[in-house]
């Protein structure tokens, strides 16, 4: 019963890391800002962020995935 909900967040927490990763990695080779520009965050700082948060959830939901 337990599973198919963790199979779920898995899958959510896998493709959105992935994307997030994707995007990021796209953005900076564009040279272009992952964030509008703030005075509180530097644009490399923004994309240190993106790119943890983006690892972080895909073996997030990678392990979830694998732990069925």
Known sequence: MESAPAAFVGLVCALFGAALLL???????????????????????AA??????????????GWLLLGL
């Open 23 to 45: 995007w990021t990695v796209i953005r900076t080779g564009q040279r272009r800002p992952v964030v509008a520009p703030t005075e509180h965050v530097s644009p490399s700082g």
């Open 48 to 61: 240190l962020i993106a790119a943890v948060s983006g690892l972080v959830l895909t073996g997030t939901g």
